[in-house]
């Protein structure tokens, strides 16, 4: 399985903002399952997703996943190649149902069509609903199908936020802070939703503070400050890293 899985490397990435380097020389490596970036705030997690995803150019560096060079590639064609970013359910999203969200999600990456979508839906072919019914299933949200998105609990809006990425053949999933006010038992139930995931052979990199929930579903943790890859592990052994204690205690 693991010989099968796509992996993003970043070699030597670099990005600045004016005369503050925001990425300096970040080599990442996710090849295991879910991998985890932490960091004080303003350590360039947000900016290393940002130019992972063609967000933002990189000045300097590579990104490869797989075989493909993806650097500097526009968002919709780093999209294209399965590395999918989850996104806060929108205002205009919210009011579609909980369906509607999933069928739309792969038209809905980085362009709004959903007025054109509105009239069309019901003549979508039969194979994408039944797929998004399979997703809602997966995700234990399949009840809510018909509801507004708005009638979700947080909880279930990242399972949703997920689900929209599932439907759009992601290989890779990027989230940031997947379960970022979401009460413990919810946010478990997301993390082990996750972790299943990865066991089918869709890769995570995720960005997230509460590192006492999320920290033992994770394969391999890097550790940011000042733009600088500072600390790696394989979980919790490496908050016990000095140069780790060392940045918390400096934020
Ligand atoms: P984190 O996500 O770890 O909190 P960021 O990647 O958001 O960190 O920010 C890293 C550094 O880059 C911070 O000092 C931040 O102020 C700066 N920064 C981020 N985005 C921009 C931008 N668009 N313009 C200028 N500075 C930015």
């Known amino acids: 399985r693991e010989r099968n899985k796509i992996e993003l490397v970043t070699r030597n990435l670099t990005k600045s903002f004016g005369e503050l380097r925001a990425l300096d020389e970040v080599s990442i490596e996710v090849k295991s399952c879910i991998t985890l970036i932490i960091g004080p705030n303003g350590s360039g997690k947000t900016t290393l997703i940002n130019v992972i995803t063609g967000f933002l150019g990189a000045d300097k560096g590579r ?3 797989g075989e493909k060079e993806v650097t500097n590639l526009p968002p919709h064609d780093i999209f294209k190649q399965g590395i999918v970013r989850t996104f806060q359910t929108s205002q205009p999203l919210l009011k579609l149902t909980v369906l509607e969200n999933l069928l739309i999600a792969e038209a809905n990456y980085g362009e709004s069509i959903i007025q054109s979508f509105k009239r069309n839906w019901l003549a979508k072919e039969e194979a994408l609903v039944k797929k998004a019914l399979s997703t809602l299933s997966f995700l234990g949200i399949e009840h809510m199908w018909n509801e507004p998105a ?7 809006l990242r399972l949703l936020e997920i689900g929209r990425a ?4 992601a290989k890779l999933i990027i989230m940031d802070e997947p379960i970022a006010g979401i009460a413990p038992d919810l946010s478990h139930s997301i993390l082990k939703k996750i972790r299943e995931l ?12 509460r590192l006492d929930l999320v920290l033992g579903y994770v394969d391999r943790v890097y550790v940011m400050a000042g733009g600088r890859i500072v600390a790696e592990g394989r979980g919790k052994e490496v908050l016990e890293n000095p140069r780790v204690v060392e940045v918390y205690l400096g934020d």
């Open 166 to 169: 599932l439907m759009c053949q």
């Open 63 to 65: 990104i490869l996943f």
């Open 198 to 209: 990865s066991g089918r052979g869709i890769s995570f990199l995720i960005v997230e503070h």
């Open 150 to 156: 708005m009638n979700l609990s947080g909880g279930q």
